[in-house]
């Protein structure tokens, strides 16, 4: 990498890293309670929650997975960036009215919790909890593409860009949690939204590749054959062999706005009216962030196939090789942006699990603990435990995966299959049970690790092992409902209804 990238970056990556930390200082001086480190609730407007709802979606794996995907398998592989945030938003359509509701009205603070609730059931709970912690693949996800990032851009060790990452991360969400989640992440969004314009400019221009727009295709197309812009599907290829495998990432995608690190940010717009905003900036954001891909396009054609390239690390080469040093090294932050923006959310989603709904929801009910006491007690093991999580993601870290994209998936795809019953069909449906609730989350946590898991049938694409789970956790959720469970008007019976 030159060296005068490398000094820019050293400089923008301190500014950057020194503003998030203020961040977290501002963030500290709004958290007064435990409430306010789980959900910042009611405290910002429709815009800022969809820049960081977006920016949560658009992880490290939009800004370096998926470009790296396409650079090593070629167009097909943009089904994916195309197809999930349109999924995704689908999905919040469905759920995030509801859940802004029951939050406000019943001081809901987890994804976990509004499901216990919803259908009066702590067995739902305590299991949706349990899986959760599958988020940690995600985690660990981040954790590598922004060591990858550091290694790449700024020559750092990759061991120190791990402990550089959690360091900073352990700083500004320790102090003020959702709070500083939010501010930071709206900024950070912010500065993804410029990138992913600019990567959709310098593709379109075929910035770096001799000739026009028409050449940068051609090359694109003698390089990678299979790969090339008229090419819909990869014969053989696990994810993008056929529609039926393209359409199963779709579905698995459905539920994927309601992991317990984004549908908690419901509960911080200010009032349940600004949703139809929230999602209407929603759509346009984060159908423009996973543009990104183009650039792994772009980079077939400008920088070519190198083996001492992996495939992640084709946007930072990338902008070493087509933008002026000072740029490259300000566009390289925005990448790290990406990474930081979906982290801090996951770490505070994690710490939750241990601190709402194992302490506060499970062990606190079975006490004599005093509310105030067991108040200060969870906002400590919140803070406290966001240092299990980054130490565990820096251990689980230390041997990356080859693709980010497929390895932080293991985790959202037992999350997404197990939820798309009980949430999805259930926040709409006031007749949902909990007999159907409890069947269908069952349901889709059996199909998704048997289909996924060698002794299963050896599907090894957790995308569309995802999708078949989904797809049997509603199956289930509406044919329970309709067969097994007349209509219920006593909630205390079977669940609560709020829509």
């Known amino acids: 990498m030159d060296n005068t990238i490398v000094m820019y970056s050293w400089i923008f990556i301190t500014i950057f890293l020194g503003a998030m930390i203020l961040f977290g200082w501002l963030g500290m001086k709004k958290t007064h309670s435990a409430d306010d480190f789980a959900t910042a609730r009611s405290s910002y407007g429709p815009f ?32 994916y960036p195309l197809l999930y945030p349109i999924a995704t ?94 501010m930071t992440d709206a900024v950070q969004g912010f500065l993804m939204l410029i990138i992913s314009l600019t990567v959709v400019g310098v593709f379109v221009f075929s910035v770096g590749v001799d000739g026009g727009f028409g050449d940068m295709l051609n090359t694109i197309k003698e390089r990678n054959p ?43 717009v200010k009032s349940g009216k600004d949703m139809k ?23 077939i054609a400008a920088v070519g196939y190198d083996a001492s390239i992996a495939p992640d690390q084709i946007i930072p080469v990338l902008f070493s090789e087509i933008f002026p040093p000072i740029l490259a090294a300000l566009l390289s932050v925005a990448v790290l942006s990406a990474i930081m923006s979906t982290s801090d959310g996951l770490i505070v989603s994690l710490t939750q699990l241990l601190a709402n709904d194992i302490y506060r929801k499970t062990i606190v009910p079975r006490t004599g603990i005093t509310k105030e006491k067991a108040e200060k007690v969870e906002l400590l093991l919140s803070r406290y435990s966001t240092f ?22 293991i985790g959202i795809g037992g999350i997404v299959s197990a939820t798309a019953g009980p949430l999805v069909v259930g926040a709409l449906w006031k ?43 509603m199956m289930t959720m509406i044919v329970y409902t309709l067969t097994m469970t007349p209509p219920v008007t006593d909630p205390k019976k079977e669940g609560t209804s709020f829509t």
């Open 226 to 268: 299979q790969g090339g812009f008229d090419s819909l599907f990869l014969p053989g290829n696990i994810t993008y062999g056929s529609f039926w495998l393209v359409a199963l990432l779709f579905v698995a995608h459905i539920p994927f706005g309601i992991l317990p690190h984004l549908g908690n940010k419901f509960m911080a």
């Open 431 to 473: 007749r949902s049970t909990r007999g159907g609730a409890i069947t269908s989350l069952l349901a889709g946590t059996i199909v998704y690790w048997v289909v996924y898991l060698p002794f299963g049938f050896d599907f090894s694409n957790p995308f569309g092992a995802a999708g078949l789970g989904v797809l049997i956790s």
């Open 388 to 409: 299990v999580v980054i130490i565990a993601a820096i251990l689980m870290a230390l041997n990356p995966p080859k693709f980010l994209s497929v390895f932080m998936w």
């Open 277 to 299: 905003k929230l999602i209407m900036y929603c759509t346009l954001i984060a159908t423009t962030l996973p543009l990104m891909g183009l650039g792994g396009m772009l980079g």
């Open 89 to 182: 938003v689908i999905g919040l359509l469905f759920v995030a009215k509801t859940i802004k509701k029951y939050g406000d009205e019943f001081g809901t603070r987890t994804i976990p919790e509004f499901l216990g609730d919803r259908f009066n059931s702590e067995f739902l709970r305590i299991v949706l909890t349990i899986i959760s912690i599958l988020l940690i693949f995600y985690v660990v996800s981040q954790f590598v593409a922004a060591a990858t990032m550091f290694q790449t851009i700024m020559g750092i060790d990759y061991k120190a860009g791990l402990i550089l990452t959690g360091v900073v991360l352990a700083i500004y969400v320790f102090m003020g949690g959702s709070h500083s989640d939010i």
């Open 48 to 79: 800022t929650i969809a820049l960081v709802i977006s920016a949560g979606m658009s992880s490290g794996s939009t800004f370096m997975g998926m470009p790296g995907l396409a650079y090593e398998i070629g167009a097909p592989s943009l089904w």
